[in-house]
Structure formats: structure tokens, C-alpha cells
């Protein structure tokens, strides 16, 4: 079995989810969106299972700092690429594990992905 984690070093959100990985013996590959990137083909992946509003980070200051004809236009039409532009909109973490995807970190559900 598989598992990636996106996101970057930093985000609590993040440090939470790889602590509890580590915690309960999961191997997992990290992948920094800040020195990694993320491909289109992955987006889309990602939004073939999670609407683009759970994936967009609408609480962090990324969002906060866009302008205001941004924020009141986006919609499923350009999110994606909003995303893709600016890669810490993206809600962190994303899990990617065989073919399942957490987006953010909630300990109810990661034991549920990972204790099946």
C-alpha cells in the first residue's frame, strides 16, 4: 500500500498529520508543494473525489490576501487553476492512500483510513 502526504513542512495541519503517521507506524512519501510542485493531472485526480470547495483553503492567509473580485469569483469553473497558481490555497494535508484521499487532518478519519 501506497501512501503520499501533500503539503508543506510547516502547516500545523501538516505536522499533525505526519506525527500521527509516524506515530502509528505508516510509511508515507511527502511531497512539498513549495519545492515540488503539483502536476494538472494530480488536480484532476484530486477533483474527480473531493469537490473543489473541501480542497480550496478558504481560513488561511493565502485566500485572505486575494482580492476581492477573486474571492467573490471563484467558482468550480477556476478553482483549479487558481489552486495550481497558488499552491498554499490548497487545504492541507492532502493523503493520498491507494486510491483514497483525506483532505485535512482529523484523527477520526485517518483511523478509519488506515485501521480498515
Known amino acids: 500500500m501506497?501512501?503520499?502526504l501533500y503539503g508543506i513542512p510547516?502547516?500545523?495541519s501538516v505536522k499533525k498529520a505526519r506525527k500521527w503517521l509516524?506515530?502509528?507506524?505508516?510509511?508515507?512519501?511527502?511531497?512539498?508543494f513549495r519545492k515540488d510542485g503539483l502536476s494538472e493531472a494530480t488536480m484532476e485526480?484530486?477533483?474527480q473525489q473531493q469537490s473543489w470547495e473541501v480542497l480550496l483553503?478558504?481560513?488561511?492567509?493565502?485566500w485572505r490576501q486575494l482580492?476581492?473580485?477573486v474571492k467573490h469569483n471563484t467558482d468550480a469553473s477556476n478553482a483549479?487553476?487558481?489552486?495550481l497558481e497558488n499552491l498554499t490555497l490548497i487545504k492541507r494535508p492532502v493523503v493520498i492512500h491507494d486510491q483514497s484521499i483525506l483532505v485535512g487532518f482529523?484523527?477520526?478519519?485517518?483511523?478509519?483510513l488506515f485501521n480498515k
Open 10 to 12: 510547516n502547516c500545523d
Open 106 to 112: 482529523k484523527e477520526a478519519s485517518f483511523q478509519s
Open 2 to 4: 501506497s501512501t503520499t
Open 22 to 32: 509516524d506515530a502509528n507506524g505508516v510509511e508515507f512519501e511527502f511531497h512539498d
Open 80 to 83: 483549479k487553476k487558481l489552486m
Open 67 to 69: 482580492p476581492e473580485d
Open 57 to 62: 483553503n478558504k481560513r488561511g492567509t493565502t
Open 45 to 47: 485526480q484530486w477533483l
